[in-house]
């Protein structure tokens, strides 16, 4: 079984200062993690993954994420946030076999202050 | 270029009625998820569908829940005799085989509101 925990339901930045989403999992198979954002009323949309590979993975709109697997866990940072990247974030793992199906966290809300 | 395509976006429905939604997903997409998201259980697998092959239905979470997908492409998940616990935001996703199926793009959702 997999589950994943996201700590802090609520982070609140402010404009320009750097973003730490948490995200630990847990999986008994090398997993496959991912990051989704969630604007309102908007559905789920891919950040980043990480499959195999480099550790350190890059995505969109400047976020980062770093696969450790001897901490369990897969953190998204962003060096400075922008007003635009308030929304709610999931954090997400699966077993990386045919399906793929994603078991998600809680989900992080952030909140980014002027 | 259509995105994966959900409705309806919202339904109310009174408590015993019988539900479906739609889910049009982005063609080539042969991997289809039906997902729900609510308050009390956070986001929750449903069920999954893979070209001609049986569906995984691991997630439903009783046997009012039922879904198909028709020519491999359009899928419809049916509730029946809804409960109030029902209410939730179903969302769809699809995925293309290159890269694994480790992309899923999602519909914006159907919010269902049993009353």
């Known amino acids: 079984a997999q589950s994943v925990t996201q700590l802090g339901s609520h982070v609140s930045v402010s404009e320009g200062a750097l973003v730490l989403l948490r995200c630990n999992y847990s999986?008994?198979?090398?997993?496959?993690l991912f990051w989704y954002v969630q604007y309102p009323n908007q559905g789920l949309q891919l950040l980043l993954k990480?499959?195999?590979?480099?550790?350190l993975v890059k995505g969109i709109n400047g976020f980062e994420a770093e696969f450790k697997k001897s901490e369990t866990s897969f953190h998204l940072t962003k060096p400075s946030a922008h007003m635009s990247d308030a929304a709610e974030y999931f954090c997400?793992?699966?077993?990386?076999?045919?399906?793929?199906?994603?078991?998600f966290g809680g989900g992080t809300r952030l909140m980014v202050k002027p | 270029g259509a995105g994966v395509s959900q409705s309806p976006s919202n339904k109310v429905t009174e408590k015993g009625k019988d539900v479906e939604l739609r889910c049009d997903p982005i063609?080539?997409?042969?991997?289809l998820y039906w997902y729900r998201q609510s308050l009390g259980q956070g986001l929750e697998f449903l069920i999954y569908?893979?070209?001609?092959?049986?569906?995984?239905k691991s997630g439903l979470p009783s046997d009012r829940f039922s879904a198909e997908r028709t020519g491999g492409s359009v899928s419809t998940l049916t509730i029946q005799r809804t409960q109030q616990e029902d209410s939730a935001v179903y969302l769809c996703?699809?995925?293309?085989?290159?890269?694994?199926?480790?992309?899923?793009?999602f519909g914006q959702g159907t919010r269902l509101t049993v009353v």
């Open positions: 996703a699809s995925s293309p085989p290159d890269r694994g199926y480790t992309e899923a793009f």
């Open positions: 999986s008994s198979v090398p997993p496959y």
């Open positions: 990480y499959t195999t590979g480099a550790t």
């Open positions: 997400a793992v699966s077993d990386g076999n045919a399906g793929n199906m994603l078991t």
């Open positions: 063609s080539g997409h042969t991997a």
């Open positions: 569908f893979q070209g001609n092959s049986a569906p995984d």
